[in-house]
C-alpha cells in the first residue's frame, strides 16, 4: 500500500523528490532546529517492587531558525520512554512503507562481552545516545521530518500516545503483519529488489558475526590485561625484600598496573563503536523491511491480472452458453436471455479488474520511484558510516596495541637498567 493510500496521512507532504540530489537538498527540520537528549532518569512505577523502575529520557528543542514557526516554543523538553520511542517508531513503519526508517538502539543487551543489563549505567548511557542518533536521522529525513506525529512526539506532552493511536497505524500494522508472514512467491520477481533484499541479508549476517567475534575477542583480551595486575603486585611484593633491584621491580610493577587499567578506556571506547555497527545490523533488517513491502505491492498485481484472466475465461464460457450448473453437468447450453445476463454481469466486473490492475501498477510504479531514491540514499550513508566505524575500531585496536607495546618496552628498560 502507498503512502497515498494509507489512512495515515503526513501534515506537509514534501514536495517531489525524484533524484537523490533532491533528496540531500530538500528541507529538513534538523536545517531549524537543534535536537538532543540531555539526561536520562530512572524512575519507579509507585509500587514497591526493587525492580519496578523504568528509564526516562529529557528531549530537548532549540530553535536555530528565528522565523521558523514550525514547533510550537523556541525552547522545549519533554521526557520520554523508550516504549513511546518504539510507537512513534512503529508509525513511521507504518506509515511509510517506501522509507528505510532509521533503527532504535537495541532493546536489549546485544552481542555482549560482559553480564549487563539494561539498567546498567553504561548501557542506559549508550542507550541515550542511540535513541539521540534516531531523532536526529528522523529530523535530517525530508519525507519524515515534517510529520504532524513526529513533531507531537517531541513537543506534546499530554495526549500524544491517544493522539497517536487514533490515526488508526495499530489496525494497519496489523493488517501488515499478517500480510507479510505469509510466503510471498511472485511469478517475476524484481531482479533490482531481490538484489537489495538478499544484500540485506548479508550485511545483517556478516555484521551479526563481526559483533558477535569481536564481544569475544574483547572478553578474551580485557581478561588477559586485568591479569597483568598480578604481575604488578608480585613484581611490587618482590622489589620490597630487593635492595639493588628493588627500584626496577617498583617500576616495572607500576607499568604492569597501567596494562590492566588503561583497558577499561579501550573497552568503553569500543562498545560506543560496536553500537555504531548495531546501527548497521538493524538497518540490514529494516532494508528487507523495504523490499518485502514493494514484493507485496507486486503480489497485488499479479493477483489483480490472475483475477481478470479468470474472469474473462468466465467470459468466454458464458458467451458460450456453458457458465451455468446444467450446462456444466449435461453439457447443454444456457438460454439466450441467461447467457446475456451473465456476459453483461462479466462485462462489469472485468472493466473493474481493469481498473484494479492500474490501480495496482500505478502504485507499484510510484512506490518504485521513491524506493529507489530511498536506497540510493542509504547505501551513500552506510558507505559513508561504515568506512568511518571501521577505520575508527581498526585506529582503537592499533592505539591499545602500541600502549601495551610501550608498557612492555618501558618494563623492559627497568629490568635492563637494574645494577
Known amino acids: 500500500m502507498s503512502a497515498e493510500n494509507s489512512p495515515i496521512q503526513a501534515s506537509i507532504s514534501p514536495s517531489v523528490i525524484e533524484t537523490l540530489n533532491d533528496f540531500e537538498n530538500h528541507d529538513t527540520l534538523l536545517k531549524h532546529v537543534d535536537i ?122 499530554h495526549g500524544w500516545r491517544e493522539t497517536l493511536t487514533d490515526t488508526g497505524y495499530l489496525l494497519q ?37 563481526f559483533l558477535y567475534t569481536r564481544s569475544k575477542i574483547i572478553e578474551k583480551n580485557y581478561a588477559l590485561c586485568k591479569l597483568h595486575a598480578n604481575y604488578g603486585k608480585l613484581f611490587s611484593e618482590w622489589s620490597v625484600i630487593e635492595k639493588e633491584m628493588g627500584d626496577g621491580l617498583q617500576k616495572a610493577g607500576h607499568y604492569c598496573d597501567s596494562i590492566a587499567d588503561c583497558i577499561d578506556s579501550v573497552a568503553e571506547d569500543e562498545e560506543q563503536l560496536a553500537d555504531q555497527f548495531k546501527e548497521y545490523l538493524f538497518y540490514a533488517g529494516a532494508l528487507q523491511h523495504l523490499c518485502n513491502n514493494h514484493e507485496a505491492l507486486q503480489l497485488a498485481v499479479e493477483s489483480a491480472e490472475d483475477t481478470l484472466n479468470n474472469r474473462i475465461s468466465d467470459r468466454k464460457r458464458a458467451a458460450a452458453g456453458k457458465s451455468g450448473l446444467m450446462s456444466r453437468l449435461f453439457g447443454t447450453t444456457d438460454p439466450d436471455i441467461v447467457r446475456d445476463q451473465s456476459t453483461r454481469v462479466l462485462d462489469t466486473k472485468i472493466e473493474a479488474d481493469r481498473e484494479a490492475i492500474d490501480k495496482a501498477r500505478k502504485d507499484l510504479q510510484e512506490f ?24 575508527g575500531f581498526v585506529s582503537l585496536q592499533v592505539k591499545a596495541a602500541k600502549k601495551n607495546l610501550q608498557a612492555w618496552t618501558q618494563i623492559k628498560e627497568c629490568l635492563q637498567n637494574m645494577p
Open 173 to 209: 500494522a496489523e493488517n501488515k503483519i499478517k500480510s507479510l508472514s505469509l510466503s510471498i512467491r511472485l511469478k517475476k520477481p524484481d531482479p533490482e529488489i531481490e538484489t537489495v533484499k538478499n544484500y540485506g541479508k548479508q550485511l545483517e549476517t556478516n555484521l551479526g558475526n
Open 36 to 157: 538532543t537528549i540531555v539526561e536520562s532518569e530512572k524512575r519507579a512505577n509507585g509500587t514497591l517492587h526493587v525492580r519496578d523502575h523504568y528509564t526516562v529520557y529529557l528531549i530537548a528543542i532549540k530553535v536555530t531558525d528565528p522565523d521558523y514557526t514550525h514547533v510550537q516554543s523556541k525552547i522545549s523538553t519533554i521526557w520520554r520512554r523508550y516504549t513511546e520511542f518504539e510507537q512513534i517508531h512503529d508509525y513511521l513503519l507504518v506509515t511509510y512503507p517506501y522509507v528505510v526508517i532509521p533503527p532504535l538502539p537495541e532493546k536489549r543487551v546485544l552481542y555482549a562481552w560482559r553480564k549487563s543489563d539494561t539498567t546498567d549505567p553504561e548501557f542506559v548511557e549508550r542507550r541515550r545516545a542511540g535513541l539521540e542518533n534516531f531523532l536526529l536521522r528522523v529530523a535530517s529525513h525530508p519525507r519524515l521530518c515534517f510529520d504532524d506525529q513526529f513533531i507531537n512526539f517531541l513537543q506534546q506532552e
Open 368 to 391: 518504485t520511484k521513491k524506493v529507489s531514491v530511498e536506497i540510493e540514499h542509504f547505501q551513500k550513508q552506510k558507505d559513508k558510516d561504515l568506512h568511518e566505524s571501521l577505520v
